[in-house]
């Protein structure tokens, strides 16, 4: 099964209009990508994200929400993977900005034996004079350093589920 964990903070607009063209794109795509899931992880919203989240929620595309308090993407993201226990996980932004053909090429690439693959949105102004691939590593640090906060190096911290059980 795969798992889209989608970190949301004020997102009760947006989020509807992004999960109904991910759903349309699942049912479209259910030969390539199986069984799919959404992890909506509402990162301390003050708007209504979680209700619209879990009005989106169909038996074709399965919604959940998990709050995480502690604000930022980040924190969010890692609810999001902890509070999943699917084979893949994905994630991706509220708004939408990745193309969701990317999926079928990531589960391709997961299929071909890649342990890992990274996409991101297609930059506004291509640069001819830079490799289009990335490689791991690119100038940035992959594994917290030693003095890093414990719950950055893989300390829990509790997350609140609502939704449909795993």
Do not use: W
């Not at 991101?120 to 594994?143: A, E, N, T, Y």
């Amino acid at each position: 099964m795969l798992h889209i964990v989608i970190p949301a903070y004020n997102e009760e607009s947006r989020l509807p209009r992004t999960l109904h063209a991910l759903r349309r794109h699942v049912v479209d795509r259910r030969g390539v990508l199986g069984a799919v899931g959404v992890v909506v992880v509402d990162n301390a919203s003050t708007d209504r994200t979680a209700e619209a989240a879990l009005a989106a929620s169909t038996p074709a595309l399965p919604v959940r929400v998990v709050a995480c308090p502690e604000r930022g993407k980040g924190a969010a993201v890692r609810a999001g993977l902890l509070a999943t226990d699917a084979e893949l996980v994905a994630f991706m932004d509220a708004d939408g900005a990745t193309a969701l053909d990317a999926l079928d090429e990531a589960c391709r690439r997961v299929q071909l034996g890649a342990d890992a693959v990274i996409g991101s949105p297609r930059p506004r102004r291509l640069r001819h004079d830079r490799p289009h691939l990335r490689h791991p590593g690119g100038g940035r640090r992959l594994l917290p350093d030693a003095g890093a906060p414990a719950r950055a190096r893989g300390g829990r911290h509790p997350v609140r589920v609502q939704g449909p059980a795993r």
